[in-house]
């Protein structure tokens, strides 16, 4: 009996102390996907499922910093900008290699920098546009630029700058570096990246593993190398309401884009974390303001006084209680995300004021009565209730908001002819610089301002001149100005910005999903 | 020789409507609205970029040459290459259909097995309780939609009582077997409801008829005289209705395939029109066609040698 009891006393203080100087090791993480990966190539890599796990397989020359407004050193132990602006050098780790255990060369690193900036392969080239050659000698990596460009180190840190095996492509099957690329993904396997993870196991549409790199650089909170699990098995539940209950079964450890109006009742459960990670997303409607719309008849929206009024006119506290029960908070920027660097956070953007708004539509002389279409997403929940909130909200102003709903490629290309008054849309940050958001949103030559029509010359030139502008202060009072312009100027119904929803069983720890989308495994233990 | 005669000219038959299917389906998606370069490259890509892609996927040729190369190497047995998997279609396809199959044929069994002794019960005891009972439990199967009872069979039986899995196919025959009974009971309720209520008023209608009558005049056991007599002679109308109800178990499959996250060809179709990946779309619908076709087929030749008066012409 005593012998018992101290056996039992010993199992007990273990299991206390063992969690205080060691991460629990092992294991096997189950996660439930809203969507499955095609193409996990840090170049081909186009729709959210493929960009946000490239950063599993494939390392980069540096990383965000943890607050995610700078970055540190990567596969790159240390990096440095020369004085005009014009030359990056690196300094690559000593003894990195692939996780197959093969070195990782600065041959790797200017074949892949390279491929990424080829225009005739990569969607993402245009990021890297201004880098004129790349070189190594050794562990020395130069990068020379056209021009200075004020991005190039966040750059270094973005997925499609991740570094991939020459050796591996020159010995795939294929004509061109895409098919080579295919068909090294198709075949798996631990040679082409030095990530914390490779590729084992992959059916296309329905499963996904990945096993841990046993090579892996990075060392843990404990000082032992990363990553703590074995691997993740991925699959892909795009019903939603069938992936939480995998998680409720216990199928799986994670389910990732829970319905906002699941959260309360996931978060009230024990057995499961309810985790909203910050995220870069915003979520705003692009209006149309060109002069006429696309069958000839005129736009009202085209005058800025009948858009300011719309968003003086919108609820945004009342549209988040809807449609995220709560979980979210208004856009203060126009053009990005509160948690992109360089965003000016003047306050509330367009707060709610119908008494100005109605003033405006007077102003502006708004015939009541007045139609305008509002073009939402065919099945989605959100983008109903966003309709069916907005109609009412409009209708004092005399605005007989009428509802259109189309499926996603459907609306894309209304978006690009036009051919719409108002239509949901959405937006997560790819990049860790506002540049390409703004880009996005603003500049009329990359896609007529998310398809608004809206063409500011004085924003235009600001944003051209920010793209090699390398005083940070300057930068910043550009993109300042450009806020400033933007807002005043209403090419968009500015809404709100959410986190991304993940529920977590209780037994799994440090799984992170970052303001950017990427799934982070790297940290994650799960303890059976 | 006769059947076999039969067989070949319905298969000779087939080919017009294959024919006519593949000019509607492959109109039918072009004039979906949104451009598959587009849902390829995502609403951010540049012009230029969508450009190359409808060159590379040869969109840029005149509908007619497309047509004709859809139609020349689909004979050749070459239904393209998906956009959304880069992959071979029909390789996409072979690989997702065993699953749907097995679904499909797993249904029908367990809608037959819930079915057939239900309507003999209700049939037997016409007008008194158990038949009430048992229509009204189905009428209720009926009326409620497929995701619907998949989820709740899924929140009770997978997710709270742990009896299931929630979702997946498994291994192992004996494995899928388990992985897919929700799904499959899912779509029986439904069917299960629609053959009970056939084969029920078709059971009355012969038990009523002359023969049954005088089959018991004779004094035959009443085993003998529901299986030799009844079941066979009501089983006919039922076989017709579950070859023609082929196509709603196919449909059917869109949904419960989604909910249940099953990986069958259902939830590819509903995957492919979403990506307007034309191919795999133009590629599946055949499939579908030739299926339902083989299904009604098979209808037929089995519906002769249950009644020999029908003649296969």
Known sequence: ?528 | MATLQYILKRLFLMIPTFFLVMIIIFVLVRFLPGDPAIAIAGDRASDADLEAIRERLGLNEPMLVQFWLFVTNTIQGDLGSSILMRAPVTEVIFNRLPTTAFLTLYAVGLSLLIAGPLAFVAALNRGRWPDVLIRTVFQVGLSMPVFYIGLILLTFLAAQLRWFPVGGYGDTFGARLYHLFLPSVAVALYTSAIIMRNLRSAIIEVLDAEYVQFARAKGLPNRLILGRHVLRNALISTVTLLGLSIGNLMSGTLVTETVFAVPGVGRLMLEAIFARDYPLIQGLTLTFAVLVSVVFLLTDLFQSTLDPRMRLT
């Open chain 1, 1 to 528: 009996m005593k012998r018992h009891l101290l056996l039992a006393t010993a199992i007990i203080s273990t299991a206390i102390a063992a969690p205080a100087f060691s991460q629990e090791r092992g294991g096997v993480l189950n996660f439930a996907r809203y969507d499955g990966s095609n193409l996990i190539d840090p170049i081909y890599a186009d729709r959210n499922p493929d960009i946000w796990m490239v950063g599993s397989l494939f390392d980069t020359l540096l990383r965000p910093s943890a607050d995610g407004n700078s970055v540190v050193a990567g596969l790159a132990e240390d990096h440095s900008v020369s004085d005009d602006g014009k030359t990056v050098s690196l300094t690559l780790r000593d003894g990195v290699t692939f996780a197959d255990g093969t070195p990782l060369t600065g041959e790797d690193v200017v074949f892949s920098l390279d491929r990424a900036r080829e225009p005739d392969q990569s969607p993402w080239s245009g990021l890297l546009g201004s880098i004129e050659s790349v070189s190594a000698e050794g562990n020395a990596i130069t990068i020379n630029l056209n021009n200075p460009d004020p991005t190039i180190l966040s750059m270094l840190a973005t997925f499609t700058t991740g570094i991939v095996s020459k050796a591996v492509f020159d010995a795939a099957e294929g004509a061109t570096d895409q098919e080579k690329s295919a068909a090294i993904f198709a075949s798996g396997g631990p040679g082409v990246g030095s990530g914390p993870f490779y590729l084992c196991g992959f059916e296309q549409g329905t499963s996904m593993k990945f096993c841990a790199n046993e090579n892996y650089w990075r060392d843990g909170a404990d000082g032992k190398p990363l990553p703590y699990l074995e691997g993740v098995n991925f699959q892909i539940i795009p019903d939603d309401a069938t992936r939480i209950l995998k998680l409720q079964s216990g199928e799986v450890d994670v389910a990732e884009f829970i319905p906002f109006s699941r959260v309360p009742e996931l978060d009230a459960d024990p057995a499961i974390n309810m985790n909203l990670f910050p995220s870069t997303r915003i979520i705003y409607s692009p209006i149309n303001t060109r002069e006429t719309r696309a069958d000839g008849s005129p736009n009202p929206l085209a005058d800025v006084r009948v858009r300011q009024a719309v968003n003086y006119a919108t609820n945004k506290d009342a549209l988040i209680g809807l449609v995220l029960q709560g979980a979210g908070k208004p856009m203060t920027s126009p053009l990005m995300a509160a948690a992109t660097p360089l965003s000016t956070n003047p306050g509330p953007l367009y707060g709610y004021d119908m008494e100005k708004a109605q003033a405006l539509i007077a102003e502006a002389g708004l015939e009541q009565g007045t139609e305008i279409t509002f073009t939402t997403l065919a099945g989605s929940a959100d983008d109903s209730t966003i309709f069916a909130a907005l109609q009412q909200m409009w209708a004092p102003l005399g605005i007989n908001l009428v509802v259109e709903q189309v499926d996603g490629p459907t609306r894309g290309a209304k978006n690009r002819s036009g051919e719409f008054d108002i239509h949901t849309y959405g937006w997560v940050n790819d990049v860790n610089d506002p540049g390409q958001v703004v880009g996005w949103l603003g500049y009329t030559p990359t896609a007529n301002a998310v398809g608004t029509g809206w063409d500011n010359a004085e924003f235009n030139a600001l944003y051209e001149a920010s793209q090699t502008e390398i005083d940070p202060e300057k930068r910043a009072q550009q993109y300042a100005d450009m806020q400033a312009i933007y807002a005043e100027a209403a090419p968009l119904l500015f809404m709100y910005e959410t986190p991304f929803a993940v529920a977590v069983s209780a037994s799994v720890d440090g799984y992170v999903q970052t303001p950017l989308g990427n799934n982070i495994f790297e940290e994650a233990t799960v303890s059976r």
